[in-house]
């Protein structure tokens, strides 16, 4: 089994994420998706919606198997996790 290992500071991947997320990702999701999640992938700015953390998350990497996953709760403060892969 393959264990992935994070290639960003805890600091790095929040500034990513945030910033591709403010800049790419709200003014497209933002409307009418209230309360959904967004997984974003830091390093190629792919990102995925749905309406929970894992089904955002396998979306996204079906198509990028190796992506740095940032997730974000539309219209929440909370949710940022720090990680790569599933969750539990």
């Not at 974003?40 to 390093?43: A, S, T």
């Given at each position: 089994m393959t264990?992935?290992?994070?290639?960003?500071?805890?600091?790095e991947f929040a500034r990513r994420g945030n910033e591709i997320y403010d800049s790419q990702v709200r003014p497209q999701v933002e409307e009418g998706n209230y309360g959904k999640i967004v997984a974003?992938?830091?390093?190629t700015r792919a990102f995925e919606l749905a309406k929970d953390?894992?089904?955002?998350?396998?979306?996204?990497?079906?198509?990028?198997?190796?992506?740095?996953?940032?997730?974000?709760?539309?219209?929440?403060k909370g949710v940022h996790r720090f990680g790569i892969g599933r969750l539990l």
């Open positions: 264990i992935d290992q994070l290639r960003y500071s805890k600091e974003i992938d830091i390093e953390t894992m089904t955002a998350s396998d979306r996204l990497l079906e198509k990028y198997p190796d992506a740095q996953i940032w997730r974000v709760r539309i219209g929440h």
